[in-house]
C-alpha cells in the first residue's frame, strides 16, 4: 500500500520544483544572452521537450526499481539546483565579455544543456510516481495534484521569491526541497543507510549555502556588474 505522501505531498512538490527550476533558468538565459521574450520562451519549449524526452525514457525502469529511480533522480535535480546558479552567471559572463560570436554561441549552447538535463530529470518524475499506482483515481490525483503544484510556483516566483529570496536563494529553496523527498524515499522505502547518511550530510551542506547566500548572490551581482 502507498502511503499518503507519495498520492499528495510528492507529486505537487516535484511539480513545484520543476516549475522555479524552469523559471530560473529562463530569467538567467535572458538575462545574459538578452532577446528575453524569445530566450525566454525558449528556455520554457526546451525544457518542456526535455520533460518530454525524460518521460519516454522513464518507460524502461522496471516497477521494482522506480524508488531508488526516483531517489537518484532527486538527487541528480539537487545537484544541478545547486549548480546552476554559478555556472550560468559564468558561462553568461563570459558571453558578456566576448568578442567572438562563434564562442557566444558555443557558452548558449552550454547554458541550454543545462536546461535539457534538468528538464529529462523533471521528465522522470511524474511517470514514475504514476507507474507506482494501479488505481486511476490515485493516478488522477497526482495528475491534479502536478498541475496546481506548477500553478503555485508560477505565482510565488515574482511574487515572493524573486523580489525577497533573489535567483540565488530561490534556487537552494528548490534544490533543499528535492534532497528533502530524496531522503524520504530512501528512508521510507529504500533503506540504503549509506545512501541516506550522505543525503544528510548534503541537507546540512546546502543549509550552510542558504545561510550564505545572501553574501554568494551580492558577490556574483559585483563579480558580474549586475
Same mark, same amino acid.
Request: glycine share 8%; aromatic share 14%; net charge neutral.
Given at each position: 500500500?502507498q502511503?499518503?505522501?507519495?498520492?499528495? +505531498? +510528492?507529486?505537487?512538490?516535484?511539480?513545484f %520544483? $520543476?516549475?522555479i527550476y524552469?523559471?530560473?533558468? &529562463?530569467?538567467?538565459?535572458? *538575462?545574459?544572452f538578452?532577446?528575453?521574450?524569445?530566450?525566454?520562451?525558449l528556455?520554457?519549449?526546451?525544457?518542456? =521537450?526535455?520533460?518530454?524526452l525524460? =518521460?519516454?525514457?522513464s518507460? @524502461? +525502469?522496471a516497477?521494482?526499481?522506480?524508488?531508488?529511480?526516483? !531517489?537518484?533522480v !532527486?538527487?541528480?535535480? %539537487?545537484? *544541478?539546483?545547486? &549548480?546552476?546558479? *554559478?555556472?550560468?552567471s559564468v558561462?553568461?559572463s563570459?558571453?558578456?565579455?566576448?568578442s567572438?560570436?562563434?564562442f557566444?554561441?558555443?557558452?548558449?549552447?552550454?547554458?541550454?544543456? *543545462?536546461?535539457?538535463?534538468?528538464?529529462?530529470?523533471?521528465?522522470?518524475?511524474i511517470?514514475?510516481?504514476?507507474?507506482?499506482?494501479? /488505481?486511476?483515481k490515485?493516478?488522477?490525483?497526482?495528475l $491534479?495534484?502536478?498541475?496546481?503544484?506548477?500553478?503555485?510556483? &508560477?505565482l %510565488?516566483?515574482?511574487?515572493?521569491?524573486?523580489?525577497?529570496?533573489?535567483? +540565488?536563494q530561490?534556487?537552494?529553496l528548490?534544490?533543499?526541497l528535492?534532497?528533502?523527498? &530524496?531522503?524520504?524515499?530512501?528512508? @521510507?522505502? /529504500?533503506?540504503r543507510?549509506?545512501?541516506?547518511?550522505? !543525503?544528510? =550530510?548534503?541537507? =546540512?551542506i546546502?543549509?550552510?549555502?542558504?545561510?550564505?547566500?545572501?553574501?554568494? !548572490?551580492?558577490?556574483l @551581482?559585483?563579480?558580474?556588474?549586475?
Amino acid at each position: 500500500m502507498q502511503s499518503l505522501g507519495m498520492v499528495i +505531498v +510528492v507529486p505537487f512538490l516535484l511539480a513545484f %520544483c $520543476s516549475m522555479i527550476y524552469e523559471l530560473v533558468l &529562463a530569467q538567467y538565459i535572458s *538575462l545574459y544572452f538578452g532577446g528575453t521574450v524569445f530566450n525566454f520562451t525558449l528556455t520554457i519549449g526546451v525544457f518542456l =521537450a526535455s520533460m518530454g524526452l525524460g =518521460a519516454l525514457w522513464s518507460a @524502461r +525502469v522496471a516497477r521494482d526499481q522506480i524508488y531508488p529511480v526516483l !531517489e537518484k533522480v !532527486e538527487l541528480g535535480l %539537487c545537484g *544541478l539546483g545547486l &549548480a546552476s546558479p *554559478l555556472l550560468t552567471s559564468v558561462l553568461g559572463s563570459l558571453s558578456l565579455t566576448s568578442s567572438s560570436p562563434l564562442f557566444t554561441q558555443v557558452l548558449f549552447g552550454l547554458c541550454y544543456g *543545462l536546461v535539457v538535463m534538468i528538464g529529462i530529470l523533471s521528465g522522470y518524475e511524474i511517470p514514475l510516481l504514476l507507474g507506482l499506482f494501479d /488505481n486511476a483515481k490515485k493516478k488522477m490525483t497526482v495528475l $491534479s495534484l502536478d498541475y496546481f503544484g506548477s500553478f503555485i510556483a &508560477a505565482l %510565488c516566483y515574482p511574487l515572493l521569491f524573486v523580489p525577497h529570496l533573489g535567483l +540565488v536563494q530561490t534556487s537552494l529553496l528548490v534544490s533543499f526541497l528535492n534532497l528533502l523527498v &530524496a531522503l524520504w524515499i530512501g528512508y @521510507r522505502f /529504500n533503506k540504503r543507510y549509506v545512501l541516506i547518511s550522505a !543525503e544528510l =550530510a548534503l541537507i =546540512a551542506i546546502v543549509l550552510v549555502l542558504m545561510v550564505q547566500s545572501f553574501w554568494l !548572490e551580492n558577490w556574483l @551581482r559585483g563579480w558580474l556588474y549586475l
